[in-house]
């Protein structure tokens, strides 16, 4: 199973270091040159299909790609960021997420979701996208930590070394083969 990963263009709150989650933000003017860059990489993959979070930042990366290469957008509830609760919003310097309950796998902001819970949703996604890929040549638009742990998954990493260990800039494409 080969597809490509994408993470969304910057926003404002990358830039600020403002922890997101599953809020709804536009892509930063950055952001947008960032996804404009990678078009003529895309073009050459001969993508035929996008799955793409629903929420904003990534549904604007997924519209200027499908777009300029005329390609089949879906958009997917289970692409979303990880939920951080009462977390979104705040600046990530202020979060001391050793200060709350449970392991690092577990621990969640109050009305949040944990990383553990995250890789559920990979892992429920992967089942999906077998399927279709043997159909269609698809690249992924999600977010920082969902791509994270699909990367370290597939590595048979464990969830702490996938969140620490890897990195994924926004707009950045990468090759997944498993």
């Not at 994270?148 to 707009?171: M, R, T």
Request: proline content about 1%.
């Amino acid at each position: 199973m080969d597809f490509l990963i994408m993470r969304h263009g910057e926003t404002e709150s990358n830039k600020k270091n403002y922890v997101q989650g599953q809020t709804n933000e536009s892509l930063s003017d950055i952001g947008i040159k960032q996804v404009k860059r990678q078009i003529p990489y895309l073009k050459k993959q001969k993508i035929t299909l996008i799955l793409s979070s629903d929420l904003q930042r990534a549904k604007e990366t997924a519209k200027i790609i499908s777009k300029t290469l005329n390609i089949k957008v879906r958009y997917m509830k289970i692409l979303r960021e990880k939920n951080n609760g009462r977390y979104t919003g705040k600046k990530s310097a202020e979060i001391n997420w050793n200060n709350v309950n449970g392991d690092y796998e577990h621990r969640k902001a109050p009305k949040g979701e944990s990383l553990f819970e995250v890789l559920q949703r990979v892992k429920q996604f992967l089942d999906i996208i077998k399927e279709q890929q043997q159909k269609e040549k698809i690249i992924v638009i999600s977010h920082g930590t969902f791509l994270k742990l699909i990367k370290g998954y597939l590595a048979k990493k464990n969830i702490k070394k996938s969140i620490e260990n890897i990195k994924i800039k926004n707009g950045k494409v990468m090759k997944i083969k498993c």
